[in-house]
Structures are given as structure tokens and as C-alpha cells.
């Protein structure tokens, strides 16, 4: 079946620095990718999608590209801030078959 | 644009009582709704698939008879926990996919904190 895997955390990193949180991922067929974030006490907020190889996904500094070579969807930013933390998944959706599939998520605190 | 709400955002009951959670779709039409379950520190875990105007889909583990699911339009669903213990204290959400768009991308609502006493 399908499966994410993650970079396990937690992460900590200053304010500043830049970010990479792993993902890769097992599917049949050509699944949709994405990031969800999670800000404490709160539900998942969508932040970056990619639907097709090769694609990149962005939304406020961070970015994933679609690498079917490697099964790879790596979440990125160049420049982290303190607003920025929260638990990162990631996930993936097969057209047509609706459920996603998530990753275990990875908490990022950003200290200043 | 996208909005799902939840109501209410937490709810402490008795034990033995029975706790209904609302899922509504603000700004737009969903066919299906999701609902999952997630636990401290954990990932998602898929409990049900909700379709407006038909049954559930469960996924294995999940008691339907514990867990009633009822979309009963096309921008509201609701989750009723039945004779609740204190096992089931959790964090519920739901999410949502538009009708008619060819696109796999699901909207959460906030969630809903249980704690059953």
C-alpha cells in the first residue's frame, strides 16, 4: 500500500537558518504530494502542493519539488522564523482513491 | 477562500454520555468529508469516509457503532461519539474536498479537542 516516510524530529533551529525536512514516499501510479502544517492547539492548515513530476509546490518561502526518480517530496525554506514553528507532514493522495496518507509529522521549533 | 469550521473546538463530557461534533464547509460544496483522529505527538489517523446522502465508509478498526457519522448536506457532517469513555478523549478533525473539482486537495477544519472524564 501507499506510505510516507519522514525525517523524524523534533527540529530545532534558530531564527534564520535554513530548513530541509525530508520525505520520501511509496505509491502506485502517479500520486498527488503535499505539505500540511499544523500550528499548536489547531487543525491542518494546507501549504504546498505538487501533482506531477518535476513540479514545485511554494507558499511563504517554502518550497517542495516532485522527484519521482526518488520518490522525494523535501520540504525547504532559506530562511526560517520563530513564526514558522509548528509540526510539518507530509502526505499523498492517489486520484481516485480520495484517502491521503500521511507522513508522522515533524515538529520544527525556531528559537530566536 | 476553502473554510471548514468545527463546533465546538473542545468538549469535556462524562463518561457514558454521548458527544455530537459538527463539520461544516463555509464557502463551499463537499460530496465527501473526512474524518480523523490524532493522538499527542502523532499522526492523522483516517477513521471514516463521509458522503452526502449515504453511508459511511469505516475504515478497519474503527466501531461504526460507536463512531455515527451523518452528512446530511452537502456542507455539513456530523460525528457522534457514543457512550464515550475515557479512551476516546482525543483531537477530531474533519476535512473536506470540493464538489465538482478534479482535484484531490482536502480542506481541515480546526479540530476538536474530547476529554472524557
Known amino acids: 500500500g501507499d506510505s510516507v516516510t519522514q525525517m523524524e524530529g523534533p527540529v530545532t533551529l534558530s531564527e534564520e537558518a535554513f530548513l530541509t525536512i525530508n520525505c520520501t514516499y511509496t505509491?502506485?501510479?502517479?500520486?498527488?504530494l503535499f505539505w500540511y502544517v499544523q500550528y499548536p492547539g489547531e487543525g491542518l492548515q494546507l501549504l504546498l502542493k505538487?501533482?506531477?513530476?518535476?513540479d514545485k509546490g511554494s507558499n511563504k518561502g517554502f518550497e517542495a519539488t516532485y522527484r519521482k526518480e526518488t520518490t522525494s517530496f523535501h520540504l525547504e525554506k532559506g530562511s526560517v522564523q520563530v513564526s514558522d514553528s509548528a509540526v510539518y507532514f507530509c502526505?499523498?493522495?492517489?486520484?481516485?482513491?480520495?484517502?491521503?496518507?500521511f507522513g508522522t509529522g515533524t515538529r520544527l521549533t525556531i528559537i530566536p | 477562500g476553502a473554510v471548514v469550521s468545527q463546533h465546538p473546538s473542545r468538549v469535556i463530557c462524562k463518561s457514558g454520555t454521548s458527544v455530537k461534533i459538527e463539520c461544516r464547509s463555509l464557502?463551499?460544496?463537499?460530496?465527501?468529508m473526512f474524518w480523523y483522529r490524532q493522538f499527542p505527538k502523532q499522526s492523522l489517523m483516517l477513521m471514516a469516509t463521509?458522503?452526502?446522502?449515504?453511508?459511511?465508509?469505516?475504515e478497519q478498526g474503527v466501531e461504526k457503532d460507536k463512531f455515527l457519522i451523518n452528512h446530511a448536506s452537502l456542507t455539513l457532517s456530523t460525528l457522534t461519539v457514543t457512550s464515550a469513555h475515557p479512551e476516546d478523549s482525543s483531537f477530531y478533525i474533519c476535512?473536506?474536498?470540493?464538489?465538482?473539482?478534479?482535484?484531490?486537495?482536502?480542506?481541515f477544519g480546526p479540530g476538536t479537542r474530547l476529554t472524557v472524564l
Open positions: 476535512s473536506a474536498r470540493e464538489i465538482g473539482t478534479y482535484t484531490d486537495t482536502q480542506y
Open positions: 505538487a501533482t506531477k513530476a518535476d
Open positions: 463521509s458522503n452526502e446522502g449515504s453511508k459511511a465508509t469505516y
Open positions: 464557502d463551499f460544496q463537499a460530496t465527501t
Open positions: 505509491a502506485t501510479g502517479y500520486p498527488s
Open positions: 502526505a499523498l493522495s492517489n486520484f481516485g482513491n480520495e484517502k491521503l496518507t
